[in-house]
């Protein structure tokens, strides 16, 4: 808990600045705005997992690496992580340019909804590198163990950028209004401004002396960005095929009308709050099973698996109570549409029932990437989302016209399916190392 509860909450911070942006727009920009930014966020969120995931392979070569007492192999990853997720942001930018401003024009979408959507897109696409960057220095101090700086840098962010963006979407102190643009904007400065701080604080705490001696961004090396590729291409690969199943999602929402893509926005809005908390303990599981896993403790790598099990079953289960007692009334945190919030209530019930396997499934995928186990992890997020989840979306939701219910139905049921096959893989993991070590 300790590790894992800041972890947890810097986690939800890149969350927070979407749902800040969500709340802000639909508070003061309108029911169109609102659908654009849905638009947005379910084209920009596959783009920007991409970016994450491939920064995240960084923490647990750090955390094994740390386990062997391996300081300057540490500090090392790090010069070569720096360089890689530049180099990631910038395809990445070029992705969105050329390919999600395509993306929205040939989605069948509302075309007001789009028109209000481009600007704010191309400013939130420039947050990319200084994203990745803060990043980089973040998932290395995580790996080390050190989460709380990280959770402050984010909760001080976040402050920034809420007052930041009212104050440009809504024109106050002789500012003009600027709708979507005015939180993309507050965006972009947070993360400027969260990148140079986390950057200082690695590289002059004390805590990081030892490894940071060794570091030198002229150090490149091909092999070690290889080897951090090898686990963060797998880890992105996995958050595309589900934030990608959610964007998707979104999608076929629109598909029915942007009242229900709004309403869609609502909900999805809210559980994504629940699954970056769960996606914050899969970050601690990772880091104590890569330790454990890096000095070859088995005995000590289950039992933290174990007890990531046992809290984000319990974490979840508590949220699900609240989505479904409170489910009239959490719409309001979202919008002011009566007829947005009448649709958002009932799909919050829905998210009530897939809370339990959501936190499960990110969890196993958290103990598997510790023990450096994610191709195979991968292969199970594809077919539970886009041979399972994403098909029955669509099946229910436009061709029998069960509505946006029947998309949160195939959604539920592509969690579901994640969650039991991942921890049939932990199980079998983890045998095969013991067997290995004749335990």
Not at 303 to 308: N, R
Request: charged share 10%; net charge positive.
């Amino acid at each position: 808990m300790a590790l894992a509860g800041p972890v947890v909450i810097s986690q939800l911070g890149h969350t927070l600045v979407q749902t800040a942006d969500t709340i802000i727009v639909g508070h003061f920009a309108g029911t169109i705005s609102l659908a654009a930014v849905s638009l947005v966020h379910s084209v920009f969120m596959v783009v920007l997992v991409i970016g994450l995931g491939i920064a995240f392979g960084l923490t647990p070569l750090i955390a094994q690496e740390n386990g062997r007492g391996n300081y300057q192999e540490c500090a090392k990853l790090l010069s070569n992580s720096f360089w890689l997720n530049i180099i990631s942001a910038l395809l990445l930018f070029l992705l969105v340019y050329f390919g999600s401003m395509y993306a929205m024009q040939h989605a069948d979408q509302d075309p007001l909804v789009v028109e209000t959507a481009k600007p704010y897109l191309l400013i939130l696409s420039l947050s990319i590198l200084p994203l990745m960057l803060f990043n980089t220095f973040k998932q290395f101090a995580e790996g080390l163990g050190f989460t709380k700086q990280a959770m402050n840098i984010t909760i001080w962010g976040n402050v920034l950028n809420v007052l930041l963006a009212i104050v440009l979407v809504k024109g106050m102190f002789g500012i003009k209004p600027m709708g979507v643009v005015g939180v993309g904007i507050a965006t972009l400065v947070d993360r400027i401004l969260m990148m140079a701080v986390m950057a200082w604080y690695v590289l002059n705490s004390s805590n990081f002396k030892r490894y940071i001696q060794h570091f030198s961004v002229k150090f490149i090396d091909v092999h070690r960005m290889k080897n951090i590729l090898k686990i963060g291409a797998p880890v992105a690969m996995q958050y595309v095929f589900e934030i990608g199943a959610f964007a998707a999602a979104a999608l076929i929402a629109g598909m029915i009308g942007a009242v229900e893509q709004a309403a869609h926005q609502t909900a999805i809005t809210l559980a994504a709050m629940t699954y970056m908390m769960a996606s914050g303990i899969a970050s601690a599981a990772t880091i104590k099973v890569g330790n454990s896993f890096g000095n070859k403790n088995f005995f000590r790598l289950r039992k933290f698996a174990t007890v990531s099990y046992h809290l984000v079953i319990v974490f979840m289960i508590i949220c699900a109570l609240i989505f479904a007692v409170f489910n009239q009334y959490l719409p309001y945190i979202i919008s002011t549409d009566l007829a947005v919030i009448a649709l958002a209530g009932p799909l919050l019930i829905i998210a009530g029932g897939f809370q339990l396997f959501d936190g499960t499934q990110v969890v196993g995928l958290g103990v598997l990437r510790g023990m450096g186990d994610v191709n195979i992890p991968t292969f199970i997020t594809f077919v539970a989302y886009w041979v399972v989840g994403i098909p029955v979306a669509y099946l229910l939701g436009i061709y029998w016209n069960v509505g946006v219910k029947g998309i949160w139905y195939g959604l539920t049921l592509g969690l579901l399916t994640s969650s039991v096959l991942l921890f049939w893989r932990y199980q079998y993991v983890v045998k095969r190392k013991l067997i290995e070590v004749g335990a």
